[in-house]
């Protein structure tokens, strides 16, 4: 389909299509997922369960979702209580871990909060944060990566309403696109398939087809003006390098924790998995360039199209943003080292032991306790490859990468830091976890950490 062909197929039923995040009918018009917004109600209900999603012609494959039969809706929240309610239908235990949350351990959602089949999870949460793009997702230990794989996942919008003040773009759909940025794997026929080998659990699982919210070959219609894109790379294993094929500026935003205290321009981004990012890009000048990635040989991960019946509303951008200030400092009440590794085919049968410390995770073994309230700092070395290290419970600052200021896409707060060598984060630990429930530290490419590259904590 060219352009013009695109754009005469939008003009009759896109925007209808868009508003009501209904039925995919023009077939390659990128949709939003549903969305679920809790601001008047309070409650959020999620209900996992199985499902057969056709990406690929008519083929179905067999997928898992949140109140829909792959990925799961849009959560809307804002700060205040939330009366959570999350279901399980399906037929093994599955957790919603809220990545990017900062609940208490109890309510976080990892490993030792499983909902059993037919059982039903109702965690009362307090909500008070900084507004961001969050994400959530089933956690449960050892089988994270094919569930999330099959689709338990997706996005939260914490707003607190004053992105007009901003002004900043914020019409969901419209000048405000979520973007769920996954790759999956194929067979012939064109049915999702997942089976794992050891060279994939070195890299993590990839794909040979790129999907956003789970459609492929989808093409995102924005309007002709600027257009907030909010990105996560919801991959098991791949880090994407992102960039538009016109090498137009994108406007940096916000990273995992919120607002920066400005925008930064970049031609690229690196985003690894768990990573989220918000970047403005000015389609004024009414050419829609593609999102590519590298590395090695660049793909395409989604074309834009303009719809000029879209309205742009925002004509500039932004100088300033309310962005907490990275205000972490002086010393720290403890230093850590977390050695992330991929133990040389030292186990059974040429298994690879994948550990932190030395140590593969365990259920039943706490790796250390932090002070409720201590700042510390924390040396991660990652080797072989490069890993995406996730801490569960805070939102830490990057203070160098490889002895080096941090990347553009690192300066702001972060619960996610790609790793590739070492980095020094510090953090301040404001939330409690029991050590029942304790926080995970891990790395998110999902098959290293169901292999054993997690650790977990209390923070009392
Ligand atoms: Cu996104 Cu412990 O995970
Ligand atoms: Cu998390
Ligand atoms: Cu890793």
Same mark, same amino acid.
Not at 215 to 223: D, K, N, R
Not at 231 to 234: E, I, K
Not at 339 to 344: Q, R, S
Not at 353 to 360: C, H, L, T
């Given at each position: ?8 197929r939008?003009t009759t ?5 868009l ?6 009918a023009?077939?390659h018009?990128?949709?939003m997922?549903?969305?679920l917004d809790?601001?008047s109600s ?19 494959s067999?997928?898992? %979702? ?6 799961g809706?849009?959560?809307?929240l804002?700060?205040g209580?939330?009366?959570?309610r999350?279901?399980?239908t ?15 351990g109890?309510?976080?959602? =990892?490993?030792h909060?499983?909902v059993?089949? %037919? ?13 961001a793009?969050?994400w ?7 089988k994270?990566?094919?569930q999330?794989?099959?689709g338990?996942?997706g ?6 309403g004053?992105?007009?003040e901003?002004g900043l773009p ?17 067979d012939g ?7 794992p080998t050891m ?5 993590g699982f990839?794909g ?6 789970g ?9 002709a ?5 909010r990105?996560?790379?919801?991959s098991?294993?791949r880090?994407y ?6 090498d137009?500026?994108m ?13 930064i321009?970049?031609?690229s981004l ?5 990573e989220? +990012?918000? +970047?403005?890009v ?7 360039p ?6 090695s040989?660049?793909?395409?991960v989604?074309p834009?199209?303009i ?8 004509d500039?951008l932004?100088?300033?943003l309310? %962005?907490?200030?990275l205000?972490?400092? %002086?010393?720290a009440?403890?230093t850590?080292?977390v050695?992330?590794?991929? =133990?040389?085919g =030292?186990?059974m049968?040429g298994?690879r ?8 995770f365990a259920m039943d ?7 409720l ?7 991660i070395r990652g080797?072989?490859v490069a890993?995406p290290?996730?801490?569960?419970? +805070? +939102?830490f600052?990057?203070l160098?990468?490889?002895?080096a ?10 619960d ?30 999902l098959?290293?950490?169901?292999a054993g ?7 009392t």
């Open positions: 389909m060219n352009r013009r062909q695109f754009l005469q939008s039923a896109g925007a209808a299509v508003a009501g995040g209904a039925a995919f023009t077939g018009r990128l949709t997922p549903p969305l809790t601001r309070g409650r959020m209900n999620l209900t996992a369960q199985a499902g057969t999603t056709s990406f690929i012609g008519d083929v179905a067999r997928t898992a %979702g949140f109140n829909q039969a792959f990925l809706p849009t959560v809307v804002q700060n209580p939330l009366a959570a999350v279901e399980n399906l037929a093994e235990p599955i957790s919603a871990h809220w990545h990017g949350l900062l609940v208490p109890e309510h976080d959602g =990892g490993p909060l499983p059993a089949t %037919g059982a039903t999870w109702e965690p009362d949460m307090q909500i008070a944060q900084s507004p793009t969050i959530y997702h089933s956690h449960i230990h050892g994270t990566a094919p999330v794989y099959a338990l996942a996005l939260i919008h914490l707003t607190d004053r992105d007009d901003r914020n019409t969901y759909g419209i000048d405000d696109l979520s973007l769920v940025i996954q790759d999956r794997r194929f026929g064109g049915r999702m398939v997942y089976d060279m994939d659990l070195m890299h990839g040979n087809r790129m999907m956003v919210n459609q492929v070959g989808a093409t995102a219609a924005v309007p003006g600027i257009t907030r894109l990105l996560l790379n919801g098991n294993g880090i390098t992102l960039h538009l094929s016109d137009r500026p406007h940096l935003i916000t990273t995992d924790g919120g607002f920066l205290t400005a925008p321009t970049v031609q690196r985003l690894a998995p768990g989220r +990012v918000e +970047v403005l000015d389609f004024s000048d009414g050419e829609a593609a999102l590519m990635s590298e590395p040989r660049p793909f395409t989604l834009f199209a719809d000029t019946s879209l309205a742009a509303r925002i500039r932004p100088d300033v309310d %962005g907490v200030p205000d972490l400092v %002086g010393p009440a403890k850590r080292t050695l992330l590794e991929m =133990g040389m =030292g186990g049968m298994r032991e994948f550990s932190i410390n030395g140590r593969p073994h706490l790796n250390f306790r932090v002070n309230g201590d700042v510390e700092r924390w040396t080797a072989m890993h290290f996730h801490v569960h419970g +805070v +939102v600052r990057v160098s990468e490889n002895g200021a941090p990347r553009p896409e690192n300066i702001g707060w972060k996610t830091v790609l790793v590739a060598g070492e980095a020094e984060i510090i953090a301040r630990f404001d939330q409690p976890a029991a050590p029942e429930t304790p926080y995970m530290f891990h790395c998110h490419i098959e290293h950490e169901d590259m997690m650790g977990q904590f209390s923070v």
